[in-house]
């Protein structure tokens, strides 16, 4: 199994940043496709940005491309969200989440197994 532990969330003005860490720990091997997402309230969770683990091309929702950047510490086994120029529509719970199986990347939610606790985001206009 994978262990997935996000932090670095909090409350920000509109135009502000944060950045997000997913520390990953257990089975996890290059090739495995990482995610971000996020879900607000009374809405569906939704995919933010992607990237496999060990590197890769990322990709990202359209909401949040040229804003937000996947990136990641192969030494720190960390994953990062930078997220840039902040918009109240941004709020919402994020996760981090490993699929538990080799394929493509990205993937449907249904296919990734292992997810972090979430780190609240709330951007405030």
């Known amino acids: 199994q994978v262990h997935l532990v996000e932090s670095g969330g909090g409350s920000v003005q509109a135009g502000g940043s944060l950045r997000l860490s997913c520390a990953a720990s257990?089975?996890?091997?290059?090739?495995?496709?990482m995610g971000w997402f996020r879900q607000a309230p009374g809405k569906e969770r939704e995919g933010v940005a992607y990237v496999r683990y060990g590197g890769g091309s990322p990709a990202y929702a359209a909401s949040v491309k040229g804003r937000f950047t996947i990136a990641q510490d192969a030494a720190k086994n960390t994953v990062y969200l930078q997220m840039n120029s902040l918009k109240p529509e941004d709020t919402a719970m994020y996760y981090c989440?490993?699929?538990?199986?080799?394929?493509?990347?990205?993937?449907?939610?249904?296919?990734?197994?292992?997810w972090g606790q979430g780190t609240q985001v709330t951007v405030s206009s």
């Open positions: 257990g089975y996890t091997y290059n090739g495995m496709c």
């Open positions: 989440a490993a699929a538990s199986r080799s394929g493509v990347c990205p993937r449907p939610l249904a296919d990734f197994g292992y």
